[in-house]
């Protein structure tokens, strides 16, 4: 049984080869089967079965300017911000960090004052989440 955890564990990496066979006789088939389409198209005695414009024999032609459309990370919409695995991390960081100064420095009544503090931070926590939402909001 695997107990829940804050920290995300590395799964083991699965090493997994597919081979890629070639064959010269297809390769050459395939060139002159898209020579003679192209050629067909061209003369509009075949009309082309995807409706799309770009050439059949193009590979680059989906990838040339990509990057260049990227318009970086999106942000989350409506997702709250202590949700994320990150801030709570860096919470419980800080809380660690925060208690092992304050017993070098205080002693041990520091765990008093983070006890009443977590417990101030939990009721209002609750006091806001159990509060009914207005329905105009």
């Given at each position: ?79 709250n911000m202590f949700a994320s695995t990150a801030m709570i991390r860096t ?15 205080l002693g041990p009544v520091i765990f008093e004052y983070i006890a009443y503090?977590?417990a101030l931070i939990g009721a209002i926590y609750f006091f806001f989440r ?8």
């Open positions: 049984m695997k107990f829940p955890s804050v920290f995300r564990t590395a799964a083991p990496m699965r090493f997994d080869i597919k081979p890629r066979y070639y064959d010269p006789v297809r390769e050459e088939i395939e060139q002159r089967t898209s020579q003679i389409k192209k050629d067909l198209e061209a003369q509009g005695l075949l009309e082309r079965s995807d409706g799309s414009s770009q050439d059949i024999g193009s590979y680059g032609a989906g990838i040339r300017g990509s990057f260049s459309q990227h318009k970086g990370i999106k942000e989350r919409d409506g997702e919470f419980i960081f800080l809380l660690l960090l925060g208690s092992i100064f304050g017993y070098v420095y503090v977590a159990l509060k009914p939402k207005k329905k105009n909001e």
